[in-house]
């Protein structure tokens, strides 16, 4: 009734190729924005700095995980060595370049994650599939494994830990959870904007021919060096800033092991749960993966309190998260943006259905 | 079809339901008609590290438990809790830090991650939440100048007097530290900051008393040592200092040990790697290892207290009862006791005798620790932990260790509470470290004294 595009004429091009050409799209995101912007006003510091930091932060790493995966169909499970790159080269280049502005240092250490990405992207050109993942597994082994190795990265700390800097920008120094998230909730929202655009722009659709067919896109003239390296440049890219905001936003004291192929599993299930090639279902995905845990662990402490064992429900919360996800992926294989999808061509006919 | 659109019907409904129980869950709030004092516990029950988890976490709760129901709580406050998972996750433990920060009206005044990944996640948010972290026997060892890091503490040791004991203790089964010289030690340890931990202290020793240092890292969750125990073998090493976590981790370098016919006696166990749990896996291979403990096993007279009155009223924490009197559940009473004594200290500097304190109170409490071999005794666990006093620049507790070996069953006891051999180096060591943390954070030092 009110989700319609009926009375909407597009009389322009630009009109024709914007973002969201419903009107009730644009105004229903203009009120999500806003109310992201105004959510530390009305939520309290649990919220923010362990549910919603982490949901961006996580949400930004499933999308670029997703430019590679979903759109380019290069299977990776390298992404939590990319973070690792990102949050040490941010690190790095706070504390050895006086005075860098925290959003340049964050560019800057996705810039690093980028080229380390490209190197670990040239096998792609050779080995496709599964073959590929176990290939980009190195990198996953091999950047953790260094950052280790050499204390220079860690800036010889005897332990081994590297202690986020605080966030300084225009001479502010963004140190409550209410700054922190609105910093993340910055970045995130222009590189999901640019995600955007990039997936159904000229580059976008490199990177599905790609995927559909390599062979029929190199036919058409696509360079597959070009297209395949620019896909892995990317999503690292995207890694490199997550990981960067992971440690600066939310862990603060990190340690390479942090970022170990736990944590790259979780960034995969994020995407596959969340929906392969789509922008909302990187959202989705890290929403579900972080926050389902969470929540039945909160469920099953206040519903059952300490009747019983907290043994038993640690164990059981884990066996419902699995069976949820089996369950999930039975009933809707293409993962959550498919059932968003689903919902708005339901809500366009709503309430006469044919 | 027919099942999708079902499933896709009732997923509105589940969703909303979802988020009702998350509102509601995160906001519960307590009514306190009496008063109370709140304890956040972040336990790890499932994973690699369960062993660990259920025990002490146990052990701290069954004795809030006794405190309570023997004494009504702390001059009449009552000691409540409450969990949270964190599957020895330093991400997870974050969320259960939030989480477990504020219950109601009450904040929560000590944090205890058991385990050194958890500690580092959360060890900068201290100062700014007015909340101890109580490291009981691991996490960050400089952290024991008291004058950078107010509100953590090292009670019940750390890793560096940890290594100086095994190496006195190694010296001392060799003849001297005289004979030490020209002995390789290999430190086998997992692959993350709670492995490197002791190397700062240890490559000193070992340049002092020239002893050859090995390190050599197992990738976590470390399983597989095949490679490893090969080199230990090829080094011809005399000693091996195991670093490790899990009992998975832990049972691993027994085994593998035993296959290259590494001898076990030659072994010295981390204090969080030598318990029951670690060693029974290993069946009969694990005979002869050596462990250093911080809290003793064995049935104390607080230990049968409480199996009297907690497990008698059926109220015990531990699944299997057999396991109250293991390492682990002990270390977990100690640390429970350690935040009742501070509790009381609290209540008696602040003249809030029967009152809930804040942070800052209880940090005072804290640093006011001063367990004598009287109180603890008094207590019922004299032998099970150390004596210690804290004060405003020390943040370490005890120094001391006990030595015990794994006779096929159980632990035997070797020695008393010994020191480390030479105190004021280690505390060099960390003060240095200290102070070179302070220094790159642009942290303020505390004048004590």
Known sequence: MFYREAGQFRTSYAQDSQIFPLRQDRIGIAILLIAAVMLPFVTNNYWLSAILIPWLVLSLVALGQNILMGYAGQLSLGSAGFMAVGAFACYNLILRIEGIPFVIAVALSGVCAALVGIVFGLPSL???????????????????????????????????????????????????????????????????????????????????????????????????????????????????????????????????SAFGIDLSFRILFMVIIGGLGTIMGSFLGAGFILLMPIFLNIFFHTVFGKSVDATITSALEQVIFGAIIIMFLIFEPLGFARLWQLTKERLRLWPFRH | MMRDTILRRAMPGIFALAAAFAVGGASSTAMAQEQEQYFGIPSSRVG???????????????????????????????????????????????????????????????????????????????????????????????????????????????????????????????GGVDKMKGKTIVHLHIDTAYGREPIPAMREIAKEWGVKLIEIAVPPPGLEQQSQWLQIRREKADWVTFWGAGSGMNSTAITTAARVGFPREKMMYVTFGGAEEDMIPAGDAAKGTYVAANAAPGKFPL?????????????????????????????????AVMWVEALKNAQRIHNKTGKTVTGPEFRDGYEALDITDDKLKEIGILGMSAPFKMSCAKHDGSERFRMMQWDGTKFVLLTDWVPAPNPAFIRKLIEDSAEKYAKENNLPVRQCS
Not at chain 1, 176 to 185: A, D, G, H, M, Q
Request: a positive charge.
């Open chain 2, 48 to 174: 690699p590290y369960s062993a660990m988890g259920t025990g002490y976490y146990g052990g701290i709760i069954d004795y809030l438990n006794y405190v309570n129901m023997k004494f009504g709580g702390v001059n009449g406050v009552k000691l409540t809790y409450d969990e949270c998972e964190t599957e020895y996750n330093a991400a997870r433990t974050v969320e259960c830090y939030q989480r477990l920060l504020n219950k109601g009206d009450q904040k929560m005044v000590v944090f205890d991650t058991l385990g050194t990944p958890g500690a580092y996640a959360v060890i900068g948010r201290m100062a700014t939440d007015n909340v101890v972290l109580a490291q009981y026997g691991y996490g960050r060892t400089d952290a024991a100048d008291g004058r950078v890091w107010p509100w953590v503490f090292n009670a019940a040791g750390h890793y560096w007097g940890q290594i100086a004991v095994k190496m006195n203790f190694m010296a001392q089964k060799e």
């Open chain 2, 303 to 335: 230990i049968q207290d409480i199996e009297k009155v907690v497990y008698g009223a059926g109220k015990g924490n531990m699944q299997n009862p057999q396991r109250v009197g293991t390492v682990y559940y002990n270390r977990g009473v100690g640390a």
């Open chain 1, 126 to 256: 050779r080995i496709r599939g599964l073959y590929l993942a176990v290939a980009t597994l190195a990198s996953q082994f091999f950047i953790v494994w260094a950052l280790d190795k050499f204390p220079w990265f860690k800036n010889y700390d005897p332990a081994g830990v590297i202690t986020a800097q605080p966030i300084i920008m225009f001479g502010h120094n963004f140190a409550s959870p209410r700054e922190k998230y609105w910093v993340v909730l910055a970045i995130v929202a222009v590189l999901a904007l640019l995600a955007k655009n990039m997936a159904r722009g000229s580059v976008g659709r490199g990177w599905m021919a790609v995927r559909d067919m390599d062979v029929a896109a190199e036919v058409m003239g696509l360079s597959l060096l070009r297209t395949k390296l620019q896909a892995f440049a990317i999503s690292s890219f995207y890694c490199g800033v997550g990981g960067a905001l992971f440690a600066f936003a939310y862990l603060q004291t990190v340690e390479p």
